[in-house]
């Protein structure tokens, strides 16, 4: 079946740095999102995104978070500057947008910020 | 808000045995999206099945669910259980219907574990 690409699998960085998580959606998808999950935790609406554009946010999309989708390249996550908390797994995901959607997981990336 | 409520974070069963996951919700929207994802060991989550239609059963590679909006419940259920359905499960909701801009609220999820 499609499949959503997220790279890379894992990353360590040290409190401050800034961390690109990025995403290689399914060819057509015009819905992307990014899901956030602390270990032990439920997995957590961070963003969507649609036609170059932020549509929603949570609240834990902080300030220092920022997505984009230069060009129909990847769809990033950057996080600048990362905190201690940020450390969690990412998930993307992605959607045709039409008829009763379906979003589409990545295998996700684990954050570890020191 | 909404939220997804699933009870057992841990399922252990015998290969054969009948599966049931519980899935409750709650949400002020009143046609509600449910889903049930299932992620195995290293692997991306994976839609298993997905309802809006009150009491209606919706099945799926031997697994079923049904949408119940008196109880607001979406549990999971198979018949016989495979040891290749040993993964971790989510129950989810959309909090904006069928529409794709719909955020996915998701239980804590369920790892069940079949054993020969």
């Known amino acids: 079946g499609p499949k959503v690409l997220q790279i890379p699998s894992h990353q360590i960085i040290d409190m401050g740095q800034m961390v690109t998580l990025n995403c290689d959606p399914v060819?057509?998808?015009?819905?992307f999102y990014w899901y956030k999950q602390i270990l032990g935790q439920q997995m957590e609406f961070l963003v969507n995104?649609?036609?170059?554009?932020?549509?929603?946010k949570s609240k834990l999309f902080k300030d220092q978070f920022s997505v984009e989708r230069p060009d129909g390249s990847y769809f990033t996550l950057k996080i600048q500057p990362t905190a201690l908390e940020d450390s969690a797994v990412y998930f993307c995901?992605?959607?045709?947008?039409?008829?009763?959607?379906?979003?589409?997981f990545g295998p996700g990336t684990r954050l570890t910020v020191l | 808000g909404d939220s997804v409520t699933q009870t057992e974070g841990l399922v252990t069963l015998t290969e054969g045995l009948p599966v049931m996951l519980n899935c409750t919700y709650q949400?002020?929207?009143?046609?509600?999206?449910l889903f049930w994802y299932v992620q195995h060991l290293n692997e991306s989550p994976r839609l298993l099945l997905k309802?809006?239609?009150?009491?209606k059963r919706t099945e799926h590679q031997g697994f079923h669910a049904t949408l119940h909006k008196s109880s607001s419940s979406f549990h999971l259920q198979k018949s016989s259980a495979q040891l290749s359905d040993s993964a971790l499960y989510y129950c989810?909701?959309?909090?904006?219907?069928?529409?794709?801009?719909?955020?996915?609220?998701f239980g804590a999820g369920t790892q069940l574990i079949v054993i020969p």
């Open positions: 995901a992605s959607s045709p947008g039409t008829g009763v959607y379906e979003q589409y």
């Open positions: 309802s809006f239609t009150d009491n």
């Open positions: 060819s057509n998808h015009l819905y």
């Open positions: 995104f649609y036609n170059g554009k932020v549509m929603e």
């Open positions: 989810a909701l959309s909090d904006r219907g069928g529409s794709a801009l719909g955020r996915l609220h």
């Open positions: 949400t002020i929207y009143s046609n509600p999206f």
